[in-house]
């Protein structure tokens, strides 16, 4: 019998790449462009999730795109840091 639930690596496996970047994009520019406090805010849900993401598929990667994840991430908690001051 074989188990219904994939877990979550399949899950983010299945979805569109195009349809992610899309999604992070505008998250980020409702970030940029909210006021204060929420953008921050938003900017660093955004970054727990990217960190959150990073941890699943951290063994799988090449050290090149680990770097660049880490960079991405750190302008993203730069960002949301500023917003908040």
Do not use: D, E, S
């Amino acid at each position: 019998m074989q188990p219904t639930h994939r877990g979550v690596p399949a899950r983010l496996a299945r979805i569109n790449p195009t349809a992610a970047f899309l999604a992070a994009l505008a998250l980020v520019l409702v970030g940029l462009l909210a006021p204060g406090i929420i953008g921050g805010g938003i900017l660093l849900v955004l970054a727990a999730a990217l960190v959150a993401l990073m941890a699943l598929t951290w063994p799988v990667q090449p050290p090149a795109t680990r770097v660049l994840r880490l960079a991405v991430i750190a302008l993203v908690l730069a960002a949301a840091f500023l917003k908040i001051l």
